[in-house]
């Protein structure tokens, strides 16, 4: 840790401002979704209103066209879900983002941008929750909006926020884990800049040396560098692995659990082997390959709950074998939340993509975001289960497959013993 005392609270305030319950307006005991939309394109905004999407029971749309109408708007009753375009005949994009942010801290904001406006998207760290490129019709908006929703009304509850609190080893501030995460949504990060982070961090080197110098990715077992490294895995394959091994080194688990948290990082890069092996059914590539990174992450709440639980969730992890229960039921039953959730609290605290954040929530309830195609969600959940299928893992007991969803996207249920 680089900070100390006073500092280390108020650093961590900071990085969990904005992550507060999400308490959605309610009338006669009925909750109500209220979306302020913000854009200058008034044709879109009218779209938007007189969709069906938005104007189902319990959503309430509103509209402005300039940051003081979406003041006054806030004023006269408040919003959750702020949708905000250029054009705005006051003010640019990025600062009617910050007022919103500024006057509704723990509200969920979306930019809707042009090809012409793609230059502005790395000024939106830290202030969007999801970009959405136009032209987008009201109902891909809608799912974009609702996928985010719900998946923040998930993470944001008070025991998954209590657990992620208590771990304050994770919360941000220590300058490395800073600078890796800094790369993560920024596009114009270049391999040396990765590179050179990385090195600093020998174990993450030996790490990613290690993976890329298995059978598996096709080296002969002569990568000697993080930059050939970078090559062939990719920038966020590695960046990902890199911030699980300094996770789990910030995280200073007892002796006991090493072997735990090892077994659950083995698996992490099972289901992300798994998660390439999924094109023989996949078409899209860059899908592929962002599962494949993803899955390095998916199961680091598991890390938080044995730092945060200790014994007690090495126990529980031993009762989800002897009752062949997933080990995230048993959670739900004894915290009040899952691993998923607990990862997904902690990547939305420290800002990465929206789409991790979605992924890692869901990963054992795809069916919640579902999509009509494959998509980061319902993959991450192939890959685990094949992942578990195949390999296994002795110390907890997996999850079972939603087949229903993968029979609806054209998998046979038997499809993770038919691999190649
Ligand atoms: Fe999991
Ligand atoms: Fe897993």
New binding site residues.
């Given amino acids: 840790m680089i900070t100390h005392g006073g500092e280390v609270e108020a650093a961590i305030q900071k990085s969990l401002w904005g992550m507060d319950e999400i308490n959605l307006m309610s009338t006669a005991g009925k909750k109500i979704v209220s979306v302020l939309v913000v854009d200058g394109d008034r044709p879109f905004l009218e779209a938007v209103r007189a969709d069906p999407s938005f104007n189902l029971p319990g959503w309430v749309v509103r509209v402005a066209t300039s940051r003081e109408e979406m003041v006054r708007a806030i004023g006269e009753a408040r919003a959750d879900i702020f949708v905000i375009g250029g054009g705005l005949s006051d003010c640019g994009p990025i600062e009617a983002l910050q007022k919103s942010k500024e006057l509704s801290p723990n509200s969920l904001r979306f930019f809707v941008y042009t090809e012409a406006e793609k230059d502005l998207l790395g000024k939106t760290v830290g202030l969007t929750h999801r970009r959405v490129e136009k032209p987008v019709t009201p109902a891909a908006l809608n799912l974009a909006v609702r996928q985010v929703l719900v998946t923040h009304l998930r993470i944001r509850k008070p025991e998954v926020a209590g657990i992620v609190r208590d771990t304050k080893e994770l919360h941000v501030n220590t300058q490395p884990m800073q600078e890796l995460l800094k790369t993560a949504d920024n596009p114009e990060c270049e391999l040396e800049d990765l590179a050179r982070i990385i090195r600093q961090h020998p174990t993450a080197v030996a790490t990613i040396l290690q993976v890329v110098n298995t059978a598996f990715y096709g080296t002969p077992g002569d990568v000697e560098t993080i930059e050939e490294a970078l090559q062939i895995l990719g920038m966020d394959f590695v960046r990902n692995l890199a911030i699980t091994e300094l996770a789990k080194k910030q995280l200073r688990l007892r002796p006991g659990l090493h072997e735990l948290a090892n077994s659950i990082l083995q698996h992490s890069i099972e289901t992300s082997q798994y998660g390439l092996r999924m094109r023989q059914y996949v078409k899209n590539l860059r899908l592929i390959q962002q599962i494949s990174s993803i899955a390095l992450l998916?199961?680091l709440g598991k890390l938080v709950l044995l730092a945060a639980k200790g014994n007690d969730y090495a126990d529980l992890m031993g009762q989800s074998v002897d009752s062949n229960t997933p080990c995230?039921k048993l959670e739900r039953e004894a915290y009040k939340c899952d691993?998923?959730a607990v990862g997904g609290f902690l990547f939305a605290m420290w800002g990465l993509p929206e789409v991790i954040v979605r992924a890692v929530t869901w990963?054992?309830q795809p069916e919640k975001v579902g999509e009509k195609d494959f998509c980061a969600t319902s993959l991450l959940h192939f890959a685990?289960y094949a992942a578990h299928s195949n390999q296994g893992v002795s110390c907890y007991c997996g999850?079972r497959l939603n087949e229903d969803l993968a029979v609806r996207l054209g998998l046979s249920p038997d499809f993770a013993y038919d691999f190649e």
Avoid: G, R, S
Wanted: charged fraction near 20%; hydrophobic fraction near 20%; avoid cysteine.
């Fill in positions: 998916h199961d995230w691993h998923a990963h054992h685990n999850d």
